[in-house]
């Protein structure tokens, strides 16, 4: 067996995180009178998509994110609504919002039955992440859960990996593998780190970071694994 450890990433590899964020997205708008309708959900994911994008990049502090995405969303429609209480809501929202991708159970399934060491890595906030990872059924899977803000770190640096890997048995880098459906944190964190990786990209999207494998399905783990 080639590889021991994977480090499995959670929003839209493992959990539907765009399901998640249409309907939490959709509540927090419609409760403050604001379009929420597809289009504006859109909207909304594309601002917030860009504002991760720059934090990743090392661009802005984390915790702008969070009232700052909102921000942007009220200016792009020349609205004005309280986005200090959009944001806490949306967080409660989406850590309840438990949706995950078709047939990951039974992908799981099959990858724990041949013995890897599972490891959740995931930016984010640790009161969404752990209360999505519960609610979905996912936690008996994994053998450690690594959330950026208890990282003190984030993907795509080459901290966050050295945290995780400081907190799991493995220690060969050669043995690992990063699983994820972001090029600019799961695939560039890989490759930061010297670790494999495999791009989840069912979209078919283009990049410049070259992934050690791609898949456009997760059940062609199986064929990797």
Not at 12 to 26: H, Q
Not at 29 to 40: F, I, R, T, V, W
Request: one cysteine or more; a negative charge; proline letters at 4%.
């Amino acid at each position: 067996m080639k590889y021991t450890t994977l480090f499995l990433d959670l929003d839209n590899t493992l959990l539907d995180f765009s399901k998640a964020e249409a309907v939490s997205i959709r509540r927090v708008l419609s409760e403050h009178g604001l379009p929420y309708d597809d289009d504006a959900i859109a909207v909304y994911s594309r601002i917030n998509r860009s504002w991760w994008e720059r934090f990743e990049n090392g661009e802005i502090p984390k915790d702008s994110i969070y009232e700052g995405r909102f921000k942007s969303f009220c200016e792009h429609y020349s609205l004005t609504a309280d986005t200090a209480t959009m944001a806490v809501k949306y967080t409660t929202y989406l850590g309840q919002s438990n949706y995950t991708i078709d047939g990951v159970f039974e992908v799981l399934d099959y990858l724990k039955s041949k013995g890897y060491y599972f490891c959740a890595t995931t930016n984010g906030l640790c009161t969404t992440q752990y209360s999505r990872i519960k609610g979905s059924g996912l936690e008996p899977y994994f053998d450690g859960v690594f959330v950026s803000e208890d990282a003190g770190s984030q993907k795509p640096d080459k901290e966050y990996f050295d945290y995780v890997i400081s907190h799991i048995p493995e220690k060969d880098k050669s043995k690992m593998l990063v699983v994820g459906d972001s090029p600019t944190s799961d695939i560039l964190g890989g490759i930061n780190s010297g670790i494999d990786t495999c791009w989840y990209n069912p979209n078919k999207m283009e990049s410049k970071y070259k992934p050690t494998y791609e898949i456009r399905a997760l059940e062609e783990l199986k064929n990797i694994l």
